[in-house]
């Protein structure tokens, strides 16, 4: 019996198709079914890779100890099967068990995965309860599962009561906040780390350069890519590498990108999609394509991930006839039913283009395969309009929109804007009467630029600031450009 455990111990991925099963038969020639500590090694084994067998051997086992039920929530968990964890865990409160500090970090991965709040604030009041909350894995735990659902209060109030702060619960805390879109607070719990000693890690530096990127802060993203170059560990990390050529990319800096992209030793296809993705944004077309191609002779297949890149950069450059064959190719090529975001990219290129009794038969076929346009391919098709003027599909994109979106004042000034470049003063004054009517806000435009280390904030609105002589020298002189003659500034320092 103890050989029999031992090799089911040490089954491994790889091995347990092999090695568990032949364990497991013997198990039943000698018939030892009956001995939990044998039948837990085996589910233990079955978990690494053979779920279904793992989940009969559960079932079937004529008792379960504290391991077996945590071996089984765990392994439902690592498959991302979320509601399957949480129901063996109501069979576990049924069977009257309390779950341990083993069952906790599971339980609540599961419930940030469903976004089950209820669940998982019983949890948290659970673990308060049976005195776990000092415990670090199961702290670190809780303040995950409030920072991926999106309760910032809640999440502070754990992370500041966890009296040891690893680098995982730093970044917990630091996801939570760019999550909710939080930047500048997510850049400021990184200096408290680094002022705390914490050393950072390969999981610190992805969001911290996604909320440069989003903030466009060229300058902390060149300091975050120094503090990469120092640790050769995360130079080499592929993942970092992925997030620094989107970072530059959405600096604004697409060399930078390219230069990182050409340097990377190895590469997934994540890499591949984020390159392509970049030409795309930055109107490179032609050098997306091309990219794609070199992608797929190099041995990748492209994801549907992958295929909305490189279809939204044909509508970036206007390449109708790569786009439309990229589309036909979803299906015939690479075996994906075209998503939601194939159609809206396609229907996006048709539209920049004036193609509109194309767009509009693509819109239809959508019908046939039982998918509904959704809003982002209907504001498409009215951005197209607006650009050719054209009132008939601008109209029928507007009211699609105006039942799926009803509080969206953009797509009513979309239409008034047509309306006036058309010179239809009338129907224009009718959706601003009915802007009105509805209280609708359209929030502001914003751009940025950095002076001297600060990030200043350009809204359209009223202009009112307070600066720095030498900061208000230069914001004078754009001031002065027709550009930002109704501009408001508000800054703030990084």
Same mark, same amino acid.
């Given at each position: 019996?103890?050989?029999?455990?031992?090799?089911?111990?040490?089954?491994?991925?790889?091995?347990?198709?092999?090695? %568990?099963?032949?364990?497991?038969?013997? /198990?039943?020639?000698?018939?030892?079914?009956?001995?939990?500590?044998?039948?837990?090694? #085996?589910?233990?084994?079955?978990?690494?890779?053979?779920?279904?067998?793992?989940? =009969?051997?559960?079932?079937?086992?004529?008792?379960?100890?504290?391991?077996?039920?945590?071996?089984?929530?765990?392994?439902?968990?690592?498959?991302? +099967?979320?509601?399957?964890?949480?129901?063996?865990?109501?069979?576990? @409160?049924?069977?009257? +068990?309390?779950?341990?500090?083993?069952?906790? $970090?599971?339980?609540?991965?599961?419930?940030?995965?469903?976004?089950?709040?209820?669940?998982?604030?019983?949890?948290?009041?659970?673990? /308060?309860?049976?005195?776990?909350?000092?415990?670090?894995?199961? &702290?670190?735990?809780?303040?995950?599962?409030? !920072?991926?659902?999106?309760?910032?209060?809640?999440?502070?109030?754990?992370?500041?009561?966890?009296?040891?702060?690893?680098?995982?619960?730093?970044?917990?805390?630091? #996801?939570?906040?760019?999550?909710?879109?939080?930047?500048?607070?997510?850049?400021?719990?990184?200096?408290?780390?680094?002022?705390?000693?914490?050393?950072?890690?390969?999981?610190?530096?992805?969001?911290?350069? *996604?909320?440069?990127?989003?903030?466009?802060?060229?300058?902390?993203?060149?300091?975050?890519?120094? =503090?990469?170059?120092?640790?050769?560990?995360?130079?080499?990390?592929?993942?970092?590498?992925?997030? #620094?050529?989107?970072?530059? !990319?959405?600096?604004?800096?697409?060399?930078?990108?390219?230069?990182?992209?050409?340097?990377?030793?190895?590469? *997934?296809?994540?890499?591949?999609?984020?390159?392509?993705?970049?030409?795309?944004?930055?109107?490179?077309?032609?050098?997306?394509?091309?990219?794609?191609?070199?992608?797929?002779?190099?041995?990748?297949?492209?994801?549907?991930?992958? @295929?909305?890149?490189?279809? %939204?950069?044909?509508?970036?450059?206007?390449?109708?006839?790569?786009?439309?064959?990229?589309?036909?190719?979803?299906?015939?090529?690479?075996?994906?039913?075209?998503?939601?975001?194939?159609?809206?990219?396609?229907?996006?290129?048709?539209?920049?283009?004036?193609?509109?009794?194309?767009?509009?038969?693509?819109?239809?076929? +959508?019908?046939?395969?039982?998918?509904?346009?959704?809003?982002?391919?209907? &504001?498409?098709?009215?951005? &197209?309009?607006?650009?050719?003027?054209?009132?008939?599909?601008?109209?029928?994109?507007?009211?699609?929109?105006?039942?799926?979106?009803?509080?969206?004042?953009?797509?009513?000034? %979309?239409?008034?804007? /047509?309306?006036?470049?058309?010179?239809?003063?009338?129907?224009? !004054?009718?959706?601003?009467?009915?802007?009105?009517?509805?209280?609708?806000?359209?929030?502001?435009?914003?751009?940025?630029?950095?002076?001297?280390?600060?990030?200043?904030?350009?809204? =359209?609105?009223? @202009?009112?600031?307070?600066?720095?002589?030498?900061?208000?020298?230069?914001?004078?002189? /754009?001031?002065?450009? $027709? @550009?930002?003659?109704?501009?408001?500034?508000?800054?703030?320092?990084?």
């Amino acid at each position: 019996m103890v050989c029999l455990s031992s090799v089911l111990r040490n089954c491994n991925p790889r091995t347990v198709f092999t090695h %568990a099963r032949q364990t497991h038969v013997q /198990i039943l020639i000698h018939g030892l079914t009956h001995d939990v500590t044998l039948q837990t090694d #085996l589910l233990l084994a079955y978990s690494r890779g053979l779920l279904l067998n793992a989940r =009969q051997v559960f079932d079937r086992m004529p008792q379960r100890n504290m391991h077996s039920w945590n071996i089984m929530i765990s392994a439902y968990v690592q498959n991302s +099967m979320y509601h399957e964890a949480v129901n063996v865990f109501y069979e576990f @409160l049924d069977s009257g +068990m309390t779950p341990d500090h083993y069952s906790f $970090p599971q339980l609540l991965k599961a419930c940030a995965g469903i976004n089950d709040v209820s669940l998982g604030v019983m949890l948290h009041g659970t673990v /308060i309860k049976l005195g776990f909350g000092s415990h670090i894995v199961v &702290g670190s735990s809780v303040l995950d599962f409030y !920072s991926k659902c999106g309760k910032l209060n809640d999440a502070r109030t754990v992370f500041e009561g966890l009296s040891w702060k690893d680098s995982v619960v730093w970044n917990s805390m630091i #996801l939570g906040f760019s999550k909710a879109g939080l930047h500048l607070e997510a850049l400021s719990c990184f200096r408290n780390m680094l002022g705390n000693k914490t050393k950072i890690d390969s999981m610190t530096i992805p969001t911290l350069l *996604n909320v440069c990127g989003k903030l466009g802060d060229f300058t902390k993203g060149k300091e975050i890519h120094g =503090q990469v170059l120092k640790n050769t560990v995360l130079y080499n990390d592929i993942a970092i590498n992925n997030s #620094l050529i989107d970072m530059y !990319s959405k600096c604004g800096c697409l060399c930078d990108a390219k230069r990182i992209f050409c340097s990377m030793k190895s590469l *997934n296809l994540v890499t591949w999609t984020t390159m392509i993705s970049c030409f795309g944004v930055h109107g490179k077309g032609d050098e997306a394509l091309n990219l794609f191609k070199k992608m797929k002779e190099s041995g990748f297949k492209p994801n549907i991930v992958t @295929l909305t890149a490189i279809l %939204a950069s044909c509508s970036h450059s206007g390449f109708v006839n790569e786009g439309k064959n990229i589309f036909n190719s979803i299906r015939s090529s690479y075996g994906f039913e075209p998503s939601v975001e194939h159609y809206a990219c396609l229907v996006d290129l048709l539209s920049r283009v004036g193609c509109f009794e194309d767009a509009l038969e693509l819109i239809n076929s +959508m019908k046939k395969v039982k998918i509904a346009p959704p809003a982002s391919l209907w &504001g498409a098709l009215l951005a &197209g309009s607006l650009v050719h003027r054209n009132i008939e599909t601008g109209e029928m994109a507007a009211r699609h929109l105006f039942e799926v979106e009803p509080e969206n004042a953009s797509n009513y000034i %979309a239409l008034c804007s /047509i309306y006036d470049s058309r010179g239809m003063w009338k129907d224009a !004054s009718r959706v601003r009467l009915k802007i009105r009517r509805l209280r609708l806000d359209k929030t502001p435009g914003c751009s940025w630029i950095t002076i001297g280390g600060e990030v200043h904030t350009f809204y =359209q609105g009223n @202009l009112s600031f307070s600066l720095g002589e030498t900061t208000r020298e230069v914001l004078e002189w /754009i001031i002065r450009t $027709p @550009l930002w003659v109704h501009s408001e500034i508000q800054s703030s320092l990084l």
